[in-house]
């Protein structure tokens, strides 16, 4: 059995007061009389000895017979017609990012928005169906269309806003889709509208209606945030922090940073309107921890005055290097700065554990645990050679990849390279006409670079791409697990087992337990608070931060105007129009009649 | 112990009792008593009232024999008189618990009645008795000097013996009123001064009453609280007499049904009396005396 309107179970609240009511036993006056006996007459005249009598003006009779009509009154569900007609299909998007929680209405903008929408499902015909999409940093769908008004209600309970900044245009997009070849489409938008993604989308004939959330306030929040260290001196370290003023007035506040939750300096900081300002904190950590800066300004927005960000000290990259002798690797290796070289002319299962290996004309009898790149290499289970190619021209490469960003490939000409076809992992990001002669992948978990020439038959490394390619190649080969993210950004890192379970710490205390993947990588997508994860593998622990660090987010004056594409504008309305029930009017009034009756039952007997 | 005559006047004034002295108690019937009184019989005897005339035979009274008749007749004839008897008055005063309710008590009035109805049958050389009911021990010798009091004389022990009598205990009236008519076989005028509000009724006792031919006066004293109660809400009444509870939610919106109901109850009373040739009066216990007295009590037949 189902109830179209559970909540007016509290109404049962009623029923052990009147219980209650009857229960208070009638305290009675002794009166000493002559004698009872015309009492008992007047008694036994006074009860019924026919089955009717005559009607007579009694004042209870009137308030019980109201009070019965109006509980009648309430069962029939009267309403005031609205706007609204039957059968509607109605899309309700409802903001849940970090701007959402702006104070700047009673309680925050998204328990208004909430209250709003719970507005919109009481006035809903039964005949009419509604799917709530919740938009954030990501777009979800928290109930499909449905016409039962709890279910919809329990849905929206289960809404919560997170920090991630907003998203407007995929749940648009979203309705859109689903209101595709659908009649009486409403789509119903509550946000502050601060979204600023929303210039791709062209408004078709999408029935879209913005219920704009927040009058706006003063707030100043942090926009930016690195930690950064020394060049020179590896323990020191630098945190820099943009914070933002996003009033029509100058406001100040101190500006409080944290390492590991232990204060370590405080600034005063003014900041013009509508304007940025930048501070830098120099510390000197020797240990791996957290940096956490703090606003101390009471503004509407409270999400955006701290950030956290990760503070790592420097740690040199271990290279070994098996050549018989390239002096352009090797100068090329050294001059990268954080490198510790190792060259060896030949691979033996002693070699110390290093983060990179570079194999320079060697054919391994086995692959090198760790990243390899592997140049002019041969013959392998990699690589099976069918010859030789003489003077390929260089045609293509994709410099949009990381390993390519400053190579240039114009002026460089190679005399031979080998010809051989590449594992099916690998693709190719340097291309003659025939051969791939650059080429990159991923094996289980293990990256490899193959370079498919011997740099020494060539003018490369006479050109400056050549120290730039290798310096970006070491960088690629030892991948940095990205430890600063933003708010829905995933966090991914390799894990040394594979297949195991990886507990989460979120912010909040919560402990998510997530599995890794087949080859041990752990992907994180969880990130929709700010704040410091930490993970836990066995042993191993790591942290990561996730900050909101959005300009558009912390600016919390709610838009009056949504511009969609270049001709699309939707204006804020003000007025919701929904059916008002006023049954619950009526059973208020039989309740108050309800005790009025009592009262006056005892009044008119005292 | 000498009594003082200033007892008479707690009873009743002066002024009401030189009223009252005028009055003369209404009998309907010839007394039938057999003492010597003021009252015309149907008995033969040697009052001045001539009544017949009867043959004459050896051995009657020869200064009896109308000489002027015999001068005309030649026969003798003897002149007979009536004998003037005295009225038995009779008041049955109900002393019971009930009658001690009202502003003025039931039972003041009731004994103001009866101090009445003896004074004027004191003033008119009857025998009056007064039988409290119910009789508690203590009570009893004073009841005796109630019984059969004859003479203006005894005006001031009566009055007297009337005011020490005390309310109390559950009186049966069916009962009290068949032992009277036992005990007073001789007819006269019998008076129950009574609020008649006994659970066993009333309509045996005065049956037994009305058998015996005397004037039957039925007084039904009522307070003014028993007419209209004052006290509403949830209420618990104890029955002075019994002691029983009843419960009972009353407002003044039932007013008018109480009253009904004691209406009711007294038209009964009434209807039974006037079934039976027995003269019914209803009084409130707080109405002047004088009144009820020189009106109601002249108008219901009492005297004259």
């Not at chain 2, 027995?278 to 037949?301: V, W």
């Amino acid at each position: 059995m189902n109830f179209l309107n559970p909540e007016a179970l509290v109404f049962a609240v009623t029923l052990p007061i009147v219980v209650v009511f009857y229960l208070l036993k009638r305290r009675r006056m002794v009166q000493l009389v002559s004698s009872t006996i015309i009492w008992k007459r007047f008694l036994n005249e006074t009860q019924a000895s026919s089955p009717f009598q005559k009607l007579r003006h009694n004042w209870l009779l009137i308030i019980q017979l109201v009070l019965l009509a109006l509980a009648i009154f309430a069962l029939i569900r009267p309403y005031f017609s609205g706007k609204s007609e039957s059968g509607r299909f109605v899309v309700v998007i409802l903001d849940i990012s970090a701007s959402m929680q702006a104070t700047d209405v009673s309680l925050n903008r998204f328990e208004h928005a909430k209250a709003e929408v719970r507005k919109m499902i009481d006035g809903m015909y039964d005949n009419d169906e509604m799917i709530l999409i919740l938009s954030g940093g990501r777009t979800e769908v928290l109930q499909s269309p449905t016409s039962v008004k709890s279910i919809l209600r329990k849905a929206l309970d289960q809404a919560k806003v997170t920090d991630s900044p907003t998203r407007l245009l995929d749940a648009i997009k979203l309705s859109q889709n689903l209101t595709r070849n659908r009649s009486k489409v409403e789509v119903h938008l509550f946000s502050d509208g601060v979204s600023s993604d929303l210039d791709t989308f062209e408004l078709q004939d999408l029935n879209l209606v913005y219920h704009r959330l927040g009058e706006g306030g003063d707030n100043l929040g942090i926009v930016s945030l690195e930690v950064r260290s020394s060049l020179e001196q590896s323990y020191e370290q630098s945190v820099f922090a943009t914070i933002g003023n996003f009033s029509t007035n100058a406001m100040s506040s101190e500006v409080t940073l944290f390492f590991n939750d232990q204060m370590i300096g405080n600034r005063n900081l003014t900041v013009g309107p509508t304007n940025t300002a930048s501070l830098v904190f120099s510390t000197n950590q020797s240990t791996n921890g957290v940096f956490r800066v703090r606003l101390k300004k009471d503004d509407v927005l409270k999400v955006d005055n701290v950030g956290s960000v990760m503070g790592l000290t420097r740690r040199n990259v271990d290279v070994l290097l098996i050549t018989k002798g390239n002096i352009f690797l090797e100068k090329a290796i050294r001059s990268i700065g954080d490198v510790d070289l190792i060259v060896k002319s030949s691979l033996t299962d002693s070699d110390p554990k290093v983060d990179v290996v570079v194999l320079d004309s060697i054919r391994p009898s086995v692959w090198p645990m760790g990243n390899v790149m592997a140049i002019n290499t041969q013959s392998t289970n990699w690589f099976q050679p069918s010859g030789l190619l003489e003077d390929p021209p260089i045609v293509d490469w994709k410099t949009t990849h990381p390993l390519l960003r400053f190579v240039n490939f114009d002026n460089i000409q190679v005399a031979q390279a080998v010809n051989s076809e590449l594992p099916t992992w690998m693709s190719p990001i340097v291309e003659s006409s025939s051969v791939p002669l650059i080429a990159i992948g991923e094996n289980d978990g293990q990256r490899a670079l193959w370079v498919g020439f011997n740099p020494l038959d060539s003018t490369w490394p006479l050109r400056v791409s050549f120290p730039i390619f290798i310096a970006n190649a070491i960088d690629w080969l030892n991948p940095k697990i990205v430890t600063n993210l933003r708010v829905g950004e995933p966090f991914s890192m390799r894990m040394l087992d594979k297949d195991s379970m990886v507990l989460v710490t979120l912010p909040d205390g919560e402990i998510v337990q997530t599995p890794t993947t087949g080859n041990g990588e752990l992907v994180f997508a969880d990130t929709l608070q700010q704040g410091v994860y930490h993970v836990k593998s066995g042993t191993n622990k790591i942290s990561f931060c996730v900050n909101l660090l959005d300009g558009v987010e912390s600016d919390i004056e709610a838009k009056d105007i949504l511009e969609l594409g270049q001709y699309g504008r939707v204006e804020a309305t003000v007025q919701l129009d929904t059916n008002k029930e006023l049954w619950r009017w009526f059973a208020i009034i039989c309740l108050l009649l309800l005790m009025f009756e009592w009262w006056f039952y005892h009044r008119r007997t005292a | 112990m000498p009594i003082n005559p200033e007892v008479m006047e707690t009873l009743i004034s002066n002024d009401l009792m030189k009223r009252l002295e005028q009055l003369q108690l209404l009998a309907q019937r010839r007394s039938k008593s057999s003492s010597k009184g003021e009252r015309r019989s149907r008995a033969r005897g040697y009052s001045v009232e001539f009544a017949d005339y009867r043959n004459y035979v050896p051995g009657d009274d020869l200064r009896r024999i109308d000489w002027n008749l015999f001068g005309r007749l030649g026969r003798l004839f003897l002149k007979l008189y009536e004998e003037e008897r005295e009225l038995p008055v009779t008041i049955y005063l109900d002393a019971s618990e009930s009658m001690l309710f009202g502003e003025v008590t039931k039972f003041d009035f009731a004994r103001q009645v009866a101090a009445a109805i003896g004074y004027v049958s004191l003033c008119g050389f009857d025998r009056v008795t007064v039988e409290p009911f119910p009789l508690v021990d203590s009570q009893k010798s004073l009841a005796g000097e109630l019984r059969s009091v004859r003479g203006r004389h005894s005006s001031i022990r009566f009055f007297d013996n009337l005011n020490q009598l005390k309310v109390g205990g559950a009186g049966d009236l069916n009962q009290v009123l068949r032992l009277g008519s036992i005990k007073h076989r001789d007819p006269g005028i019998v008076v129950v001064l009574s609020d008649f509000l006994n659970l066993d009724g009333y309509e045996a006792g005065l049956r037994s009453l009305t058998n015996r031919g005397s004037d039957l006066h039925a007084v039904q004293i009522l307070a003014e609280e028993e007419l209209e109660p004052s006290t509403y809400g949830d209420l618990k009444l104890i029955d002075s007499e019994t002691g029983a509870e009843q419960e009972v939610t009353f407002g003044k919106y039932r007013l008018k049904t109480y009253q009904m109901t004691v209406h009711k109850y007294c038209q009964r009373l009434r209807d039974f009396c006037q079934a039976r040739g027995i003269h019914y009066q209803m009084a409130q216990s707080n109405t002047p005396i004088d009144d009820f007295l020189l009106k109601a009590m002249r108008s219901g037949g009492m005297w004259r």
